[in-house]
């Protein structure tokens, strides 16, 4: 009985993250007209700093002093990386294709766990790989053009996976809160040097769209690792795809935007790869911190 309350009240906290993420990017879209991409990526991580500091200093801000601060540093510039391209992708792109490209994270997983911490592919994903890129590429290719600026995204997916597996080193000996405040503090660092050439100042109005995206974001961030935290992660691995549908309701609301059928069977192929390499990773490795998604969010 507690089993299955933990596993619903896990799945509904996993779905109001994922509308808060839905709602970031539709933020982020309505942003990107007038605003760079830049400009939005460092807004966000100052914004998304400041939430953060009182809940950091409530638990005792850690001691700084780190061994592995090149991990830190690897997570910082893969993240941001891959912030700046889900941003990108946004704003070309359908919301819901946007969304659901920053979800082939899962994917790039197992392949960068086995190049770089040599770990074996398990079975599941020597099948969830290909399936994974199966959708892709259905994706890419929605009317048999190929479809350049869907790269960007699949890149920011590649970008995400090496960030989290840096996490998963950091987990074996950093406390949560020191490795959520080095993300934070360099993430927004490392974005305020495009301003020098980048720097636009928003309108009252973009503010507002700017704010939003750092509140949904953080907030969704906070939501999901409680999920996580109350039900096994490869559980929840179906709910994570909620933000697809959030993504395509909000598209279609705001933007009158329609999706192919293509996208459709792309994303059922991505979601089924997706959900198999999260069981295949919770199977072979222990658990392992769930501060993930603010790799790209």
């Avoid at 009240?9 to 982020?28: C, K, P, R």
């Avoid at 869907?150 to 998963?168: H, K, M, N, W, Y």
């Avoid at 020098?196 to 009252?204: C, D, F, K, L």
């Avoid at 979601?271 to 919770?282: F, P, Q």
């Amino acid at each position: 009985m507690l089993y299955r309350q933990n596993l619903l009240l896990g799945a509904v906290l996993m779905i109001a993250a994922e509308f808060l993420f839905a709602s970031m990017g539709a933020a982020v879209k309505a942003a990107a007209a007038e605003l760079p991409n830049e400009v939005i990526v460092f807004v966000r991580n100052v914004l998304g700093l400041l939430i953060l500091l009182p809940l950091l200093a409530r638990g005792g801000l850690p001691r700084l002093r780190t061994q592995v601060f090149h991990l830190h540093l690897l997570r910082a510039v893969a993240g941001l990386a891959a912030m700046y391209c889900f941003f990108y992708a946004l704003a070309h792109l359908h919301l819901a294709e946007g969304m659901l490209l920053k979800m082939t994270a899962p994917i790039f997983m197992p392949i960068v766990a086995w190049l770089w911490l040599t770990e074996r592919l398990p079975a599941y994903a020597t099948l969830a790989i290909p399936l994974g890129f199966a959708g892709v590429m259905l994706v890419l290719r929605p009317e048999g053009d190929f479809n350049w600026i869907a790269v960007i995204g699949v890149l920011g997916g590649a970008l995400a996976a090496i960030a989290q597996t840096s996490l998963r080193r950091l987990g074996r000996s950093e406390p949560t809160v020191r490795v959520v405040f080095y993300f934070s503090l360099l993430a927004a660092l490392f974005s305020a040097l495009p301003m020098v050439w980048a720097w636009q100042t928003p309108t009252p109005a973009l503010w507002v769209s700017l704010a939003v995206v750092a509140l949904t974001g953080t907030l969704g961030q906070l939501l999901l690792t409680r999920g996580y935290a109350v039900a096994a992660t490869g559980r929840l691995a179906p709910f994570i795809y909620f933000s697809v549908v959030f993504g395509a309701l909000y598209g279609y609301w705001l933007w009158d935007e329609r999706l192919h059928l293509s996208f459709v069977l792309g994303a059922t192929l991505i979601a089924i790869g997706g959900v198999l390499a999260v069981r295949a990773r919770e199977r072979t490795t222990p658990a392992e911190p769930n501060a993930v998604r603010s790799s790209a969010e």
